[in-house]
C-alpha cells in the first residue's frame, strides 16, 4: 500500500540488530502465533445478552463445552458441532454456540483437553468502548496539533507538521503558483504507518465517518471521545472528520478547482515522532481520481453540516461550492493519472512516498455525480456517467469507490418522478444480491464468518476486507430488514475482534492478545509499550511483500505482530474506518440483533 521496501531500507539505525536477531524473532513469533497455547477462538471483547455467542475450537477431543464464571463455576453446558466445511489450513474446527445463554456477566469458555479461552464479558453496549476507540484513534492521527495529555493520557506529544509552508512541487505548479512557492496546508490526519497525507485515502476514509453519522444519527450523537472540541454541539464524530476536512479545503488549487494528489515528504520519515520530523514537505500533481474524490466527499459533507448552521456558519455552502467546483476541473481532466515514476523522471526532487495510483476513474465519477445529486438535486451529475457499467459490486478500497456512490443512493432514496434515478431499483436489487453473495454459506465455514469464505481475502489490508464486507452487510440490513445480514455482519466483528486463524484480536489496545508492535511511527517512537490505542492493524497476508517471515502462509493464519512488517502489521485510516462504520453501526442496531434460541 503505502509504505514499501525503501521505508524499510530507511530504517538503518537499527537494521544491524535485526539482521542479527531475525532467525530469533521469527522463530520466538511461530510460537507465539501458532502454539500460544490457547486453542480457543472467539470475540475477547464479548456478546450482547440476546445475541449470537460463537466459540471456536480447535483440534479438539472433547464433545462438550462449558461457559464458567471466573471462578471456574460452570453456568452453562452445551455439545460442540464440527464445523461442515475444513478452514484454510485444511483442519476442521469444532463450533460451540451458547447464544441461549443470556446472563450479564464475565466469563470463559471452556472445552475438557483443549483449556480455556481468553476471557469475556456478556452484557448490553459490549462494543461501546471499542468502537468510540476506532475513532478516538483519528485523533492520535492528527497532524499540526499538540496531543496533550487531558486527551491523549499517556500518549501525549509535541505538534508534528505544522505545514505552514508548504512548497509547490515542480508537478503541480501552474502559471499561478510556480514551483517553489508556499501554501499553507495544515491540519488534516496522518495517513498510517507514515506522516504524509494523502487526499485519495482520506477521501474514502472521511466519507466512510460522514456515513456513519448520516445512517446512525441518533446514536453518534451519544458517542463521546474526550477530544479538544467535545462539547461544542457537534457530534465528536463529526469534530474528528472536521479536523481532516478543512485540511482537505487546503489541498484545492483555488485558481482552477484541481486538487493535488498528497502532502507529502519526498520520502518516508525515519522511525521518529513527529515533531522530528523537519524536511521540506511538497503538494505535489493533481489527478483526477484526487480530484473526484474530493467533490465526493465535500458534496456529501455539505449536506450533512448544513444542519449545524450556527456552529459551522457558511460551512455547507462552501463543501458545495468547491465540490462544483472540483467536479468542472475533473469533467474538463477526466484522465489525469498520478503516475509517480513518469512523475520522478520528469522532476526533482524525486517522490518516494505512497503512490496511491490509479488508472481507472470510472468509480470515483459514479461516486461523485452520485453525491453531487444527492445533494443539488441537479440530475445533469448522473446524466454525466454510466451508472451501471458492468455487473460487478465490487467491495469499496481506496482505489474502488463505486459502492460509495451506490450506498448514496440507496439510502437517500427520498427522491421521486423526474429526479429519481431509473437505476435504483437495479441498485437495489444488486445491494441485496452482493449480500446474499457473502453470507451464502459462510455458516459453514471453520470460522463461521463471511471473512473466511475464500482465501483471497486475504491480502494487503485483509482486515479492512473484512470490515467493508461487514459495511455492506450493515447496508443491506438497512434496506430489507432481514436480520441474517445484521448477524453476519455481528460475525465479521467478532472475527476481527478474535475469532479468527491467529488467534488476535486486531485492535491495539482491545482484548487479551493484541498486537503490540505495529508498523506505525508514534507507537515505535514514543518510547511506551503500549501502542496507541484503538487502532486496526492490517492482518493476515501471505504476501510478505516487506520480507517480514510470517509464521505460517496459511491465508488467514499469515500474521505477525513485528513493527517492521508493514505488509500484516501496518495501520491506515482507511482501515479504521469501515471497522469504526462496523462497531458503531452493530452497537447502534444491537437491540436488533437475533433474540436468544
Not at 471466573?70 to 484454510?88: A, Y
Not at 465535500?298 to 460551512?315: D, H, N, T, V
Amino acid at each position: 500500500m503505502n509504505n514499501n521496501l525503501r521505508n524499510y531500507m530507511m530504517r538503518s539505525t537499527y537494521m544491524l540488530t535485526a539482521i542479527i536477531t531475525f532467525i530469533v524473532q521469527t522463530a520466538f513469533s511461530q510460537q507465539v502465533i501458532v502454539n500460544d497455547g490457547v486453542k480457543i477462538r472467539l470475540n475477547q471483547i464479548g456478546f450482547y445478552p440476546k445475541a449470537s455467542k460463537t466459540g471456536i475450537i480447535l483440534n479438539s477431543k472433547s464433545n462438550a463445552f462449558y461457559i464458567q464464571a471466573l471462578d471456574k463455576k460452570n453456568v452453562f453446558t452445551g455439545k460442540l458441532k464440527k464445523s461442515i466445511k475444513p478452514g484454510l489450513n485444511g483442519d476442521f474446527t469444532d463450533v460451540a454456540d451458547f447464544t441461549s445463554f443470556n446472563v450479564p456477566g464475565k466469563y470463559q469458555l471452556y472445552v475438557p483437553g483443549s483449556g480455556y479461552s481468553y476471557p469475556f464479558e456478556i452484557k448490553r453496549s459490549v462494543h461501546h468502548n471499542v468502537a468510540a476507540a476506532a475513532i478516538k484513534a483519528y485523533y492520535f492521527m492528527r497532524a499540526s496539533i499538540p496531543l496533550k495529555e487531558r486527551y491523549a493520557g499517556k500518549w501525549s506529544r509535541a505538534e508534528g507538521h505544522p505545514d505552514s509552508n508548504v512548497l509547490i512541487h515542480p508537478s503541480a505548479a501552474s502559471d499561478k503558483r510556480l514551483a517553489g512557492t508556499s501554501i499553507s496546508s495544515p491540519g488534516g490526519w496522518y495517513d498510517a504507518g507514515d506522516y504524509n497525507k494523502y487526499i485519495v485515502n482520506s477521501g474514502i476514509s472521511t466519507s466512510t465517518l460522514l456515513s456513519l453519522y448520516e445512517d446512525f444519527p441518533a446514536y453518534m450523537k451519544t458517542v463521546k471521545l474526550n477530544i479538544p472540541e467535545s462539547g461544542n454541539k457537534i457530534p465528536d464524530v463529526l469534530n474528528e472528520v472536521l479536523w481532516n476536512l478543512r485540511w482537505m479545503l487546503t489541498m484545492q488549487d483555488p485558481n482552477d478547482g484541481g486538487v493535488y494528489n498528497k502532502l507529502t515528504n519526498a520520502a518516508f520519515d525515519k522511525m521518529e515522532m513527529p515533531d522530528k520530523g523537519t524536511e521540506p514537505r511538497y503538494v505535489v500533481q493533481k489527478g483526477t481520481a484526487a480530484t473526484l474524490d474530493f467533490a465526493a466527499v465535500m458534496a456529501q459533507a455539505s449536506r450533512i453540516f448544513r444542519k449545524f448552521p450556527k456552529e459551522l456558519p457558511g460551512l455547507a455552502d462552501s463543501c458545495l461550492l468547491q465540490a462544483n467546483k472540483a467536479w468542472e476541473w475533473a469533467v474538463k481532466n477526466p484522465a489525469v493519472i498520478y503516475n509517480q515514476d513518469a512523475m520522478n523522471k520528469k522532476f526533482e526532487p524525486k517522490i518516494t512516498t505512497g503512490g496511491y495510483g490509479d488508472g481507472n476513474f470510472s468509480d470515483e465519477f459514479i461516486w461523485a455525480a452520485s453525491e453531487l445529486f444527492i445533494s443539488t438535486q441537479k440530475p445533469e451529475f448522473l446524466k454525466a456517467v454510466n451508472l451501471l457499467p458492468d455487473t460487478n459490486m465490487p467491495i469499496p478500497t481506496w482505489s474502488q469507490v463505486r459502492l460509495l456512490g451506490y450506498y448514496a443512493l440507496i439510502k437517500n432514496n427520498n427522491l421521486s418522478g423526474a429526479n429519481a434515478p431509473k437505476e435504483l431499483p437495479e441498485l437495489k436489487k444488486r445491494l441485496l444480491a452482493l449480500a446474499d453473495n457473502l453470507i451464502n454459506g459462510a455458516g459453514e465455514t471453520a470460522y463461521q464468518t463471511v471473512m473466511t469464505k475464500s482465501a483471497r481475502h486475504f491480502g494487503w489490508g485483509s482486515n479492512s476486507e473484512a470490515a467493508n464486507e461487514g459495511v455492506v452487510l450493515i447496508q443491506a440490513y438497512k434496506l430489507s430488514n432481514n436480520k441474517q445480514y445484521l448477524d453476519f455482519a455481528l460475525a465479521n466483528l467478532d472475527y476481527i475482534l478474535g475469532r479468527n486463524g491467529s488467534g488476535y484480536s486486531y485492535i491495539t489496545g482491545y482484548g487479551s492478545k493484541t498486537p503490540m508492535h505495529p508498523h506505525h511511527r508514534p507507537s515505535v517512537a514514543d518510547g511506551i509499550a503500549d501502542p496507541i490505542p484503538g487502532l486496526l492493524v492490517g492482518g493476515p497476508n501471505p504476501g510478505m511483500q516487506d520480507k517480514i517471515r510470517v509464521p505460517s502462509l496459511v491465508p488467514d493464519e499469515a500474521y505477525i505482530d513485528d513493527d517492521r512488517a508493514y505488509a500484516a502489521n501496518e495501520i491506515a485510516i482507511n482501515w479504521n474506518a469501515p471497522f469504526a462504520y462496523l462497531a458503531n453501526a452493530i452497537e447502534a442496531l444491537q437491540d436488533q440483533l437475533k433474540t436468544s434460541k
